[in-house]
């Protein structure tokens, strides 16, 4: 079975602090995602990665950066974090094909206060 | 701009009635489709991918349709259980979109004993 992690289920960080969210995935898929999600708004990809050191922004990139330095491991970072960062965020992989499907982590629920 | 919307946003059945989810989608040229459910705060599982060559794919109780014409994709579930209480969520891969998914807002289902 495909495994995808995130570091946390649950994180609570300050305004202005720099905060990483971690997602590694055990299939070696060449693709992964990063969304958030919120109620009235769905699903919005920030960004995606379709190899090591590559990635693509997605429709709300702004205030996110990320980073894939092994295959398995896409981390997103908010340089500093703003109360309307407060959100789910789920990460993603698959593999390059675009007919294949996508697999999801748990999620992890961000409170910026 | 291409758009997945899913009616209705909520549903409440009796236990063993049949139902359908409806997704519209707003552009013809699309690699696949999929359906997934959500548990409350929790990630998303994938329940069934259509590739636009398909008509329809089947798992168990679940029966999902694409219409790539009309834009239209429909998941049947046959003889609900309180088990399928979660938030259904339509996505479509565009084709000029690689391997980015577009979400619809989902279903809310709710199966009553």
């Known amino acids: 079975d495909v495994k995808v992690t995130q570091s946390s289920r649950y994180l609570v960080k300050r305004t202005g602090e720099k905060v990483f969210l971690e997602c590694v995935q055990d299939?070696?898929?060449?693709?992964m995602f990063w969304y958030r999600q919120d109620p009235g708004l769905g699903l919005r990809l920030i960004y995606f990665s379709y190899d090591v050191k590559m990635k693509e922004k997605g429709d709300i990139p702004e205030g996110y950066s990320v980073s894939r330095e092994k295959k398995e491991r896409f981390s997103l970072i908010l340089e500093s974090a703003s109360t309307n960062q407060t959100s789910m965020y789920l990460c993603?992989?698959?593999?390059?094909?675009?007919?294949?499907?996508?697999?999801f982590g748990p999620g992890t629920r961000l409170t910026v206060l | 701009k291409q758009e997945v919307t899913q009616i209705p946003a909520a549903l409440s059945v009796p236990e063993g009635e049949n139902l359908v989810l409806n997704c519209s989608f707003t552009d013809s040229a699309i690699y696949n489709l999929q359906w997934f459910r959500q548990d409350p705060g929790k990630g998303l599982t994938s329940l069934l991918l259509i590739q636009s060559s398909q008509r329809e794919q089947t798992s168990g109780r679940l029966n999902a349709s694409l219409d790539k014409s009309s834009g239209r994709s429909t998941l049947y579930i046959a003889a609900s259980q309180p088990g399928d209480s979660a938030t259904y969520l339509c996505a479509v891969n565009y084709n000029n979109a690689g391997n980015m998914l577009t979400f619809g807002g989902g279903t809310r289902l709710m199966v009553k004993p």
């Open positions: 993603a992989s698959s593999l390059v094909g675009a007919t294949d499907t996508q697999y």
């Open positions: 299939m070696d898929h060449e693709n």
